[in-house]
């Protein structure tokens, strides 16, 4: 059994920030890339950034240079330093982490989501 608790979303006002984090727990052997994702009200969800294992990452354009996503490999923990949020950034975030097993079978986990809701 593997589990990714969300945290660290909330209400802000348009040019604040805030933090989120993902820490994945249970029967881990190996997490390769982990990320975050976003699913605003009646909208399809999307890719909000991604980190492999080694640290490379990669931004969706709408939030390149405002968010950094980072992680704790230590911790299986991974990060998303939002600032500058805009309205538009309102959404579920979700994350979620690419694990192999004790069993060393792989599979991808998502976390329940956090809210975060931007006001202008």
């Known amino acids: 059994q593997v589990q990714l608790v969300e945290s660290g979303g909330g209400f802000v006002q348009a040019g604040g920030s805030l933090r989120l984090s993902c820490a994945a727990s249970?029967?881990?052997?190996?997490?390769?890339?982990m990320g975050w994702y976003r699913q605003a009200p009646g909208k399809q969800r999307e890719l909000v950034a991604t980190?492999?294992?080694?640290?490379?990452?990669n931004y969706a354009d709408s939030v390149k240079g405002r968010f950094t996503i980072s992680r704790d490999n230590a911790k299986n923990t991974v990060y998303l330093q939002m600032n500058s949020l805009k309205p538009e950034d309102t959404a579920v975030y979700y994350c979620?982490?690419?694990?192999?097993?004790?069993?060393?079978?792989?599979?991808?986990?998502w976390g329940q989501g956090t809210q975060v809701t931007v006001s202008s």
């Open positions: 980190i492999t294992s080694r640290g490379s990452t």
């Open positions: 979620n982490a690419d694990i192999q097993n004790y069993s060393l079978r792989y599979f991808t986990e």
């Open positions: 249970g029967s881990i052997f190996s997490i390769n890339g």
